[in-house]
């Protein structure tokens, strides 16, 4: 939102006069004839004293007094005048008071002024040109969303280009062609240079007089000093409750509101968590005693923001001053123009926030309307939902335009709570969800009932709605140290009474445990655990996948015990995890974060069916809940989503962490493995052939790579690293089994119904052979093409058959790649290939040695000076059959070079030291210090070594070296022809770089090119 100068006298008070319409014409209002105002507006730009200065103050001063009484948004607007005003005044003070060679009454239109302006082509509008580019440019207004450092930078320009706008101005008038070329250019500078900062500093001292009469504009500008309160982590929203009681103007809420306030206030009296039954002794602090308030980043949107995306937050700052920011957002006119959206991940605080804000708005100011999405239909329109959410919370049928109209200068604050949940269990798209929430302040603001609008979701479905104009994004960020040290405070206040002499419990024992201790909910769950067996305040050192299993193990049995569903002995803890852990499948085998209540359901009855309950008389019964209810309903660290849709109930399920989630993945397949190892085993001892039954492996491991998710992967490999050694070697030769027959037609599919997705025959079965040599590497360390291909003349090559396999079936085939380091050796006089785990990302086995013998099969002890490989046009033709994306950028890379060489340059090797050495020419070329290449290198590659050394300026003898490589393909050896088009583009280069070479090197190589 931006304001005129004309605007803002107008919402001031001040009445239309040349001087403020002609003011107006140059700041960006409508334009007026050049004739009067013109010339009263040259005249108040220059004059300290004059009308305009007279306006400006007298506009502003007193005015604390004359707002005192509006409605809240009624104020913010005439703050948001005051504050236009204070920018032109301070830039027109400094104009009046800068040291320029003329008097303000100098500026007076002479008849000659007038005619030369009547005569311009604009057609008589003179003041057109000069104010061309300020038309639509309405002067800049804070916000609390851009640092004060940002908005003086704003400003610095906008004074810039006002600036431009007084020169041109100038040039128009008799009085520019009376000065001397020197008073011109001195003039110009003043107003370019000088002027801008001195009218910024101008503004700062106007702006702060501002702010400590109206608080409003300091919390606009981030003006207010924190730096008292940097240190201290902030409890509740009581700092946001007092700064807007201090801005209230004294009205008490009617009836309506005040019904609305005591829901949402006796709701900070309850416990911050629901959790369902803790454990005895034990006590959760309320919302308003044990609330920490969150670190975050805020963010514009516009061209370029990705608040979907983790990584673009990586350069947005980090701030702690959410409740000055959440004041100073609700004060300003922009809050009733765009939704402000506040993202983070499950278990952040997002939901809880919303509730702490409801509470803490001062009633008086605001009409605050929390609804939450997964409790209203989701199918209805945004007004319905508004509606629905104030009967369930007071029990009133009370429709919008009623409830706003009573608000009494109340600004209407509407908390949309959930759109994550809206999306996840709808399914349906929302994209245009933003619009219609902006729409819907559009028609408010319309009808004279502003309103501002809050959305929360989770940061990763951000993108699903596109953002509008003027949006504000708010993530809120994990804990730090401090705010950690904080929560464990009240956490141990609250429970030393109850369980007196117990020892507290340490920040730096929670923090060892990284990222499960930055959420709030989490963290929770940390200390719950803590509470009952004293894990976290051991001194043992815990891997993280021992904590993840000692914290499940735990929640289970109590879980198991509380709900009475039977004892809770190790076979019904397993069975539970079991069937969490086909819950974490169903997220990881979609693709997603997320499951819906049927697919869950679907996949439980496909990969665990279990037999219907009976009574007594053998009638089946019914089950109360759906399977997928009856599983995840219990446990906290489960989020259920909810949204109603055609009077329909729709339920997803989320981890509250996604590692939870990816443990019990990674822990399931390591059980089935570890059950696979024992049946082999006990078998063995039977005398019987070792068969394993993988089918239900096979049903989890067909559809996407364990790689997929890269915390999978390593809690997978922690698991199996526990392995003894003979446990390990078991484990391998079970999955290279298994491997061996991964490709065949399999009879027995007991879980043919579990379908994540529609996936194929062939790529199931690629995807399941790539988890077992996944499984097989994480296990054993290194695994070779022999151990794969045993009973294969060419292992090698089955090899090569499988990853191409891999790469046009699978899922995400990019991390198996990532994710494995091949080695290309020999053994026994034939080709192997070693695949290991990759270490690092730079890690990729001899990928920059690769001789061209070992993939061409040739005996290195007699493969020659020469040689071509595969024929070079069906090389070139494979490749881009296939339309892979790689192999298409490698072949667009290189195609200058085929337009050039042709395809002969690709795949014809020499090996050039030993063409040398062979020819026993003179001088340096074959030794003595010039680095040619040991082994064959084809003339692509030969010859970018030298493209590239002849670039980067490379020592002489290097530069030497790389010609001595291309050399012998650019030599006529009769029976051998150069490749196509080699000599003359080698000869051309060496031609260009005789002088820098050695005499030496020169002759020989001249000697060498010229003989037969």
Known sequence: MGLTYADAVLLLGGRQNKIVSALDTLTGGALLAASAGGSALALSLFDAKGELARLSHSLVNGLSERIRGLGRFERSERLAAAHAIVVLTAYFEELAAAPLPFAPEQLRLSAADQTRLAGHPSGGDGLRPVTAALLRADV?????????????????????????????????????????????????????????????????????????????????????????????????????????????????????????????????????????????????????????????????????????????????????????????????????????????????????????????????????????????????????????????????????????????GALGVVILDGFDELLQATGVSQTDYL????????????????VAVVVTTRTAVADRARTVPGTVAVRLEPFGESQVAHWLEIWNDHNAVATPGRRPLRPATVLAHGELASQPLLLLMLALYDAETDALRS?????????YERLLLRFVERELHKTGTGPADTHAIEQELTRLAVVAFAMFNRGQQWVTEAELDADLAALLPEPAATDPAGRGLRAPSSAAEVVVGRFFFVHEARATRDDTRLRTYEFLHATFGEYLVA?????????????????????????????????????????????????????????????????????????????????????????????????????????????????????????????????????????????????????????LAVERTRADGRRRVRVRARETPADRGDIWGLDPRWFHDLDPAIAGLWFTGYQSDEVVAGTTLACAQGLDTLVHALAPLFGTLGT???????DARAEYELR??????????????WEPVSGVHALLRLWLARSRDAPIDDLAGAYAGCLPFARDFGDRPPVHGYRELVLGMFAQDRARLPEDFVASAITYLGAR
């Not at 001194?539 to 904590?547: G, I, Q, V």
């Not at 493995?673 to 082999?680: G, R």
């Not at 026993?920 to 290449?933: A, I, L, N, T």
């Open 435 to 450: 619009q219609r929430v902006a729409a819907f302040q559009q028609r408010e603001a319309d009808q004279g009932r502003p």
């Open 920 to 933: 026993r020419y003179p001088g340096r070329m074959p030794s003595d210090g010039v680095p040619v290449p």
């Open 667 to 819: 822990r399931l397949v390591t059980r089935e493995l570890d059950e696979l190892v024992d049946t082999v085993r006990h078998a063995t001892r039977r005398g019987r052939p070792p068969a394993a039954d993988d089918t239900l492996l096979h049903a989890l491991l067909s559809f996407v790579p364990l790689t997929s998710r890269a915390t999978t992967a390593a809690f997978v490999a922690e698991r199996l690293a526990t392995l003894n050694g003979p446990d390990r070697e078991a484990l391998r030769d079970v999955l290279l089994g298994l491997f061996r027959r991964s490709l065949d037609a399999r009879h027995d599919d007991r879980h043919r119904g579990y379908q994540p997705w529609r996936a194929s025959l062939p790529a199931r079965c690629a995807t399941y052979s790539a988890n077992l040599v996944l499984l097989a590497v994480f296990a054993a360390g290194e695994i070779t093409s022999d151990e794969l291909f045993p009973d294969d003349d060419s292992p090698v090559d089955r090899w090569r058959d499988l990853a191409l396999l891999w790469r046009s079936q699978l899922r995400f085939w990019g991390t198996v790649a990532e994710s």
């Open 140 to 408: 800049p207004l804070p916000g609390p969303d851009q640092p004060y450092e940002a908005m003086v930078s704003t400003l610095r320009a906008y004074y810039e280009t006002l600036s431009r706008a007084v020169i041109d101005l100038l040039n128009g008038l008799a009085v520019w062609d009376d000065l001397t070329e020197t008073e011109r250019e001195t003039c110009a500078s003043t107003l370019r240079r000088a002027l801008p900062p001195g009218a910024v500093a101008r503004y700062e001292e106007l702006v702060r007089r501002l702010a400590l009469e109206c608080p409003e504009v300091g919390l606009w500008l981030n003006l207010v000093d924190h730096q008292a309160t940097r240190a201290v982590v902030r409890q509740g929203f009581d700092q946001l409750e007092q700064t807007l009681a201090a801005l209230a103007s004294g009205r008490l809420p009617d009836d309506r509101r005040h019904a609305l306030t005591r829901a949402y206030r006796a709701d900070l009296d309850r416990s911050i968590a629901s959790t369902g039954d803790i454990p005895d002794g034990l006590r959760l602090p309320s919302l308003h005693a044990g609330y920490i308030t969150p670190r975050f980043c805020v963010a514009r949107g516009g061209r370029g923001a990705r608040f979907a995306e983790e990584s673009w937050w990586d350069d947005v700052p980090v701030r702690d001053d959410l409740e000055d920011f959440l004041a100073g957002y609700l004060t300003t006119p922009q809050a009733t123009e765009a939704p402000l959206l506040v993202l983070g991940q499950p278990g952040s605080g997002k939901s809880v926030l919303t509730r702490v804000l409801a509470g803490t708005l001062p009633p008086g100011e605001f009409l605050v309307v929390r609804v939450v999405l997964r409790d209203v239909p989701a199918d209805a329109d945004l007004q319905t939902q508004i509606e629905d959410a104030v009967r369930t919370v007071t029990g009133e049928e009370l429709t919008w335009p009623a409830l706003a109209r009573s608000g009494g």
């Open 904 to 910: 002969a340059a690709l795949n014809t090797f020499i």
């Open 539 to 547: 001194d043992e050192r815990l891997r993280t996948t021992e904590l």
